[in-house]
Structures are given as structure tokens and as C-alpha cells.
């Protein structure tokens, strides 16, 4: 028993950098069987083993890397169906082929069975046959190779593209918390900025009445009052809110008129009075203009004094040519001012208020805003959910209901304040140095607030 190895190209340097050329293991018991298939072989550029046993051949493959195996089906000790078989097992990735002499049937088939063999070849051998063979054996081997490599690459591509997409999920997840967090920052920073302006409405309010007495807290009513009559008429949202901030502001034009003019009713003004006061909603339009934000409230304000049957200032608008939210305002301004004495010279009961307001439906004022009065004043008080307490019975946490106003009509602090020990003290202070108590609103917030 020999082995015998025929590479030309094995023994050049370069050749080992080069892609290395197919290598066929013939496996026979005579020598010039051997010889034959490795003259065969050699010219095609294959690299060509031989062993003339079944088991040289096995010892051959654990230390060679072999494509393509030919055994002899007779051969002693073990024959090709054995041999092959024993190569599918070790070396799965290894093609085989059979060369048989004789017309055994059954050997055949346990060559199929046990070698899983890729061809059989019969002897003596067709030449341009057998290479045909041998290569589509090696091409069959290398597109399996290939798809082998394919699907390695494929399963390596598909775990970093899952831990790629796990990676992004986990990222996206994050950017989402930190945008959604971000967001609710800006949108409570937004809603505190929405309190900050109304309160500093409020105060500048406060500011304008301290021209008269007869004003104190008018304003804040009238607001409350419009507020009331835009959400009955299906005011919602911005409208809404423009036609309270309106009220809370509509005699900001009159800071231009003289005391006597204030102090006296409008029924007992003189002529000249009379046309100084009906100018002043263009004032207010005026000092509102360059705000963006209070554009549709200085249209309100400049309307104010329009009246339904067209007999108003200053533009003597008709019916519903004036805006809704001045056909508001002027309704809840003279309930309130017929009340204070600022329309007349004495000032009116509620219920007498109310029927001088009923018997000008249609006339000064807007018949569906009456109607939507009337709703009002029929309707009962809802429960409160508020309490009314002394100062020395506040705990801090608790907020106020509505606006904290003094006896002389200022407002100290504004509807939704959470009280604090801080704040508590100075209203314990401020009762102690004005000799009165007041009158607080409050409800204690929902425990998860």
C-alpha cells in the first residue's frame, strides 16, 4: 500500500495566496487504476490525492482538506460502500463518487444508502464522462459551500440587525420619554404662563378701579358675569377667556377722564361729560392694539357701548354686526353698574336691575344674550366645593376658590393660589395692621395632585 500526492502548484509560494485549486482523492486497491485517474485529473488543474486502501484514505483525510472523493467498490478489508460511508460521517461536506466494475445491484444501492454517494461511475470509464462528472460533483459542492455561506451571513446579519433594531427601539423609546417629558414641561410652563397673564389682568384691574370708589370689585363681578353668559351662548376655550379678560379691563379707557366725571352717575352727566366717556372704548382699543394677544378683546372693548337697535357708539353698529363678546359686556356692565349706582343716582336693587335689563331686549341689548341672562339668574347655585374660613383656620396646601379681595375692593391673591405657611402668615399679618378679617375661599386639592 502506497500514497502517492501529485501537486505541481502545491510546492509555489504564490500559489499558497492564490485560491487554491480543487482537491480529488482517488482511493483504489490497484496502483494503475491510480495512475490513470491522476494522469486524467492532473492536466484540468486539480490537485490529485491517492491511497490504495480505505483506510490509508481516512488517514489521508484527517490531515488534508479534500472536495471530492473516488473510491473502488472492491477493494479488500473495506470496500467503497464502507469507505464512503465512513467519509459521509466524518467529512459530510466532502462529494463521493463510486467507481464500480462489475454489475452489482446491491452494492450499488449501499453505496447510496450508507455513502449517500453523489454519482456512480462504471468501468472501464468514459473519459470526457467521468471529468464531466467530477466537475459538476465540484460545482454542486461549491454552490452548496456558497449557500452555506450565504445563510451564515444571513443568520449573523439577521442577530445584528435584530440587536441594531433593539438598540433603535430602546433609543426611540428614550427620545419618546424625553420629547413626551419635554413637552409636558412646556405645556405646564405654558398653562403657568396662561395663569401669570389672567392674574396680572387682574391686578392691572385692581389698579383702574382705585380711580373711583363706586368701582371696587365692579370689574371682577362684570368678568364672572360674561364669563357665564359666553359659555351659555356656546363660548368655549380662547372666546371665552377674551370676553372675561374684556370685562376685567373694559374701563381701562377711562383712566383719561377726570374725577367728576367717575364720581358722578351717568344720568347726571352734562353734555361735554357725556361725549369725554363715550370715547373712551376707542382709547381702550387703543392701548391694546400693538398686543397681539389682546387683539379680538380691544374689538370687544371698542364696541362696548354699540346697542342692538343701532343707537350706540361708536361706530352705531346693528344687531349682529357687533360682536358677540361686546353684546356680552355691555349686558353684564349694566347689571352690575345699575347695582352700584353708576347709572343711575341710586343704586338699584338685583331684581330691579334685572327688569330694566328685561324691558331693553331688543333695544340695547341682544335678545338671545338676554335669554341666556335670564337662564342664569333662574338657575340654582350648584353645591359649592369650597369652604368659606378665617384666616387662623388655613393650612398650607390649601387653595383658594376665588380671588382674595380686602374690604376697599383690592385683590391680594388670585383664584387657584396654593397657600403656603409663608403666605399664610402675611395674611394673618395684613389682617392684624388693617383691623378686619377676611372672607376666604377654599378647598383642600385631590390627594394625588
Request: charged residues 25%.
Amino acid at each position: 500500500m502506497t500514497i502517492n500526492e501529485q501537486d505541481s502548484m502545491s510546492t509555489s509560494p504564490s500559489a499558497s495566496t492564490a485560491a487554491a485549486p480543487p482537491t480529488i482523492l482517488c482511493v483504489d486497491d490497484e496502483p494503475n487504476i491510480l495512475s490513470s485517474l491522476r494522469r486524467l485529473f492532473r492536466p484540468h488543474g486539480y490537485r490529485v490525492l491517492t491511497a490504495e486502501s480505505g483506510a490509508a484514505g481516512l488517514a489521508l483525510l484527517e490531515g488534508e482538506a479534500v472536495d471530492l472523493v473516488i473510491s473502488d467498490m472492491r477493494m479488500p478489508h473495506m470496500d467503497g460502500a464502507q469507505f464512503l460511508a465512513q467519509v459521509r460521517q466524518r467529512w459530510p461536506g466532502t462529494m463521493r463518487l463510486l467507481l464500480t466494475g462489475y454489475a452489482d445491484i446491491q452494492s450499488i444501492l449501499d453505496a447510496i444508502n450508507q455513502g449517500e454517494i453523489y454519482r456512480y461511475v462504471t468501468k472501464p470509464w468514459d473519459e470526457n464522462d467521468i471529468v464531466l462528472v467530477v466537475r459538476h460533483a465540484l460545482e454542486r459542492r461549491a454552490l452548496e459551500q456558497e449557500k452555506q455561506r450565504l445563510e451564515a451571513l444571513t443568520a449573523s446579519q439577521n442577530v445584528q440587525l435584530q440587536a441594531l433594531n433593539a438598540s433603535l427601539e430602546a433609543k426611540v423609546a428614550t427620545r419618546t420619554q424625553q420629547l413626551k417629558q419635554s413637552h409636558d414641561e412646556v405645556q405646564a410652563a405654558n398653562e403657568r404662563l396662561k395663569a401669570t397673564f389672567v392674574t396680572t389682568i387682574k391686578v392691572f384691574s385692581n389698579l383702574i378701579e382705585m380711580r373711583g370708589g363706586k368701582l371696587a370689585g365692579h370689574a371682577r363681578r362684570v368678568a364672572e358675569l360674561a364669563r357665564k353668559l359666553a359659555l351659555a351662548l356656546g363660548l368655549e376655550g380662547q372666546e371665552a377667556r377674551d370676553v372675561f379678560i374684556a370685562a376685567l379691563l373694559k374701563d381701562i379707557g377711562k383712566l383719561s377722564l377726570s374725577d367728576d366725571v367717575l364720581e358722578l352717575p351717568a344720568s347726571a352727566w352734562t353734555g361735554e361729560q357725556l361725549a369725554a366717556f363715550r370715547k373712551h372704548p376707542l382709547r381702550a382699543e387703543q392701548l391694546l392694539m400693538a398686543l397681539d394677544e389682546l387683539r379680538t378683546v380691544s374689538v370687544i372693548l371698542r364696541s362696548q357701548l354699540e346697542r342692538f337697535d343701532g343707537g350706540g357708539f361708536p361706530d352705531g353698529l346693528v344687531g349682529l354686526a357687533i360682536p358677540l363678546g361686546a353684546r356680552i359686556l355691555a349686558l353684564a356692565s349694566d347689571y352690575d353698574g345699575l347695582q352700584i349706582g353708576a347709572m343711575v343716582q341710586r343704586s338699584l336693587r338685583a331684581e330691579e336691575a334685572r327688569s330694566l335689563i328685561y324691558d331693553s331686549v331688543g333695544k340695547r341689548y341682544d335678545p338671545a344674550v338676554v335669554a341666556a341672562f335670564r337662564s342664569i339668574m333662574d338657575e340654582t347655585e350648584p353645591p359649592a366645593r369650597d369652604l368659606t374660613v378665617l384666616s387662623g383656620q388655613l393650612e398650607p396646601g390649601m387653595v383658594l376658590s376665588r380671588d382674595l379681595i380686602s374690604r376697599d375692593g383690592l385683590m391680594l391673591l388670585a383664584a387657584e393660589h396654593v397657600l403656603t405657611a409663608r403666605v399664610i402668615a402675611q395674611l394673618l399679618d395684613f389682617e392684624g395692621k388693617n383691623g378686619g378679617r377676611l372672607s376666604i375661599r377654599v378647598y383642600a386639592p385631590p390627594k394625588d395632585a
